[in-house]
Nanobody, 121 residues
């Protein structure tokens, strides 16, 4: 079992930056794939970024080049650095963990409670 708690959301103007953090507790071995997902009102959840146990990253096309996922194993923390934010990035952001590193949100077993990101014009 893994428990995840996000922080770092907030409101920012377009072009600004935010860093989301996710602290893991419980089974914090490094054998989990970590990911960030988001859900905007009225839309389906979507993958944002994943980081597998080999350090390989994957990004949604819409955020590639602007967002960066990273992990600090010593602190059991994963981060999502978000730069050049756009209004369409507005959503509830969730961190997740699972043994597998699928892109589909429904395949992930462990989720945080979410943190809201709002980007205004």
């Amino acid at each position: 079992q893994v428990q995840l708690v996000e922080s770092g959301g907030g409101s920012v103007q377009a072009g600004g930056s935010l860093t989301l953090s996710c602290v893991a507790s419980g089974d914090t071995s490094s054998s989990y794939c970590m990911g960030w997902f988001r859900q905007a009102p009225g839309k389906e959840p979507e993958g944002v970024a994943t980081l597998d146990t080999e350090g390989r990253t994957s990004y949604a096309t819409s955020v590639r080049g602007r967002f960066a996922i990273s992990k600090d194993n010593a602190k059991n923390t994963q981060n999502l650095q978000m730069n050049s934010l756009k209004p369409e990035d507005t959503a509830m952001y969730y961190c997740a963990a699972d043994r597998a590193c699928a892109w589909a949100p429904k395949l992930w077993n462990y989720w945080g409670q979410g943190t809201q990101v709002t980007v205004s014009y």
